[in-house]
């Protein structure tokens, strides 16, 4: 089992900043892919930034120039810098993992990944 936990997040202004982080602990597969979600109430998850095993990364349109997804494998750390926040980025953010994963393009689906963090609750305010 891998247990994922999020970095806590943060209530923060229109235009401002904020670094998410996961850490993954417990049993570690092989060919990992790593990905963040995100859901704000009365709306569907969606992904926000994937990375396969290979250390390539898709972000959603919604998020492309200002989101930057990293990896330290030796850390098992996954890391979402967010830049020029905005009120609609407000929502829960989830980290996801599954291993085994040969994609050759990162996967934004939340049906690849197996094991999910708890979230973590990102507020933006105009």
């Known amino acids: 089992q891998v247990h994922l936990v999020e970095s806590r997040g943060a209530s923060v202004q229109s235009g401002g900043s904020l670094r998410l982080s996961c850490t993954a602990s417990g049993y570690k597969p092989g060919a990992v892919c790593m990905a963040w979600f995100r859901q704000a109430p009365g709306k569907a998850r969606e992904g926000v930034a994937a990375?396969?095993?290979?250390?390539?990364?898709v972000h959603a349109d919604s998020v492309q120039g200002r989101f930057t997804l990293s990896r330290d494998n030796a850390k098992r750390t996954l890391t979402l810098q967010m830049n020029t926040l905005k009120p609609e980025d407000t929502a829960m953010y989830y980290c996801?993992?599954?291993?085994?994963?040969?994609?050759?393009?990162?996967?934004?689906?939340?049906?690849?990944?197996?094991?999910w963090g708890q979230g973590t609750q990102v507020t933006v305010s105009s």
């Open positions: 990375i396969n095993r290979d250390g390539n990364t």
């Open positions: 996801a993992e599954v291993g085994g994963c040969y994609l050759p393009n990162p996967s934004l689906h939340h049906s690849t990944y197996v094991y």
